[in-house]
């Protein structure tokens, strides 16, 4: 039997070896992050203030928004402070934490991207039953699944791989703890929990892909059916932001998940490792609110509120 001792914490090695890169990249992120905190919370602000945005599909883009806010905040607060102070070790405690929220929101995301999927295919195939079908209870039940699932996902990938006993090296070659590369460190024979933790996700991942693709072959079906362009347009610009927030997210998730194991990770393999979680929560809004006229209409009446309750003051 080989010795083995016992790792009780992790080093992440971050973007760069240079002290001085490092605190840049940290810095360039940190700025990101704001960015992105800012632009999520002015969707989630606008939402929850305008009453003519009080539809499901806004809905569904309100819970989208928190649910970036949250992922992004998982790795990126952690990366900043380990470059600014030049430590990048982590607890087990903290690493399981990561492990924990970054499976939750990243399922969440998916679960609720296929939500959407199913309400554009109903707002789109069925219109005049829309009212009917997607009412307050059928979108707050439908939220309510997402993000008890996404949490139960997180718990058990938490679970599967904290299970086992990690041994030798204790440095994880990414910004932050991810699933892979704690099971390249792992010293354990059987990966039967974690494998099958695994396998619950790939299905739950797979039948909410294969969801989105039947709504929108659905979608696209009805959609080419209007005779009118103008109605084909309005049809599109509805669809078309969903289909590319969701293609971004899974495209830059599948980098991450899918590429081929290796034990070194070169800095361009640390740079896409935090493309998911990073990329995606920066470009919802944009995609969104950039060619949404409802959102501009919103955004007037604000300004106009904020004008008028100023003139009067």
């Not at 439908?142 to 938490?158: D, E, P, R």
Request: charged residues 5%; glycine residues 4%.
């Amino acid at each position: 039997m080989p010795n083995i001792t016992a790792i009780t914490g992790f080093i992440l090695m971050g973007l760069s070896d240079i002290d001085e890169v490092q605190t840049l990249c940290g810095i360039s992120f940190l700025l990101m992050y704001l960015v992105t905190l800012v632009s999520n919370f002015f969707t989630i602000t606008l939402i929850t203030l305008d009453q003519k945005l009080q539809s499901p599909m806004y809905f569904f883009l309100k819970n989208l928004s928190l649910l970036d806010v949250f992922l992004v905040s998982v790795p990126i607060p952690n990366f900043f402070v380990n470059s600014i102070t030049h430590s990048n070790s982590i607890s087990t405690l903290g690493c399981a934490c990561q492990v924990f929220f970054m499976a939750s929101f990243g399922a969440g995301e998916v679960f609720v991207l296929t939500a959407m999927s199913y309400d554009r295919y109903v707002a789109v195939c069925s219109p005049l039953h829309y009212k009917i079908i997607m009412t307050s209870v059928t979108c707050v039940l439908l939220m309510g699944v997402s993000w008890v699932t996404a949490l139960l996902v997180g718990a058990m990938y938490t679970a599967g791989i904290f299970s086992l006993p990690f041994c030798g090296s204790n440095i994880i070659p990414q910004i932050f703890c991810d699933i892979p590369s704690l099971l390249r460190i792992s010293c354990s024979d059987s990966f039967v929990v974690i494998y099958t933790s695994l396998g619950i996700g790939m299905c739950l991942a797979i039948t909410s892909f294969f969801c989105v693709v039947m709504s929108y072959f659905y979608i696209f079906s009805t959609v080419l059916k209007i005779p009118t362009t103008t109605g084909q347009s309005k049809a599109f610009a509805t669809c078309i932001p969903h289909l590319t927030v969701f293609t971004v997210f899974i495209a830059t998730a599948s980098i991450v998940y899918l590429k081929p194991p290796s034990n070194t990770t070169s800095v361009t393999g640390r740079l896409f490792s935090v493309l998911y979680p990073v990329l995606p929560p920066a470009l919802n809004p944009v995609i969104y609110t950039l060619r949404n006229s409802d959102v501009h209409s919103a955004l007037k009446r604000l300004l106009q509120n904020f004008h008028s309750r100023s003139s009067f003051i």
